[in-house]
């Protein structure tokens, strides 16, 4: 399954709001710096999604704010 994810790093909290069925908006606490908020980011969905953390992948957005993660 792939999503579309729009990032909010630099958040007071950890967050995931489902905008329609493949669309997610995302608050994380960490900053982008080094890939921090991508790390945490599939932290986030992986437990939100209750997976492991090897079947989320980013595919596309890496330094951007929207992103195509796929959900295997």
Same mark, same amino acid.
């Given at each position: ?28 606490? *960490? ?5 921090? *908020?991508?790390?945490? &980011?599939?932290?986030? &969905? ?5 997976? *492991? ?10 330094? *951007? ?8």
């Amino acid at each position: 399954m792939r999503i579309y994810v729009e990032a909010r790093p630099r958040s007071s909290q950890n967050k995931i709001e489902r905008l329609a069925k493949n669309e997610y908006k995302v608050w994380l606490k *960490a900053s982008p710096v080094k890939g921090g *908020a991508n790390f945490e &980011l599939i932290k986030v &969905l992986a437990d939100y999604f209750g997976i *492991a953390k090897s079947r989320v992948t980013i595919i596309s957005g890496k330094t *951007a704010r929207k992103k195509i993660v796929e959900i295997i």
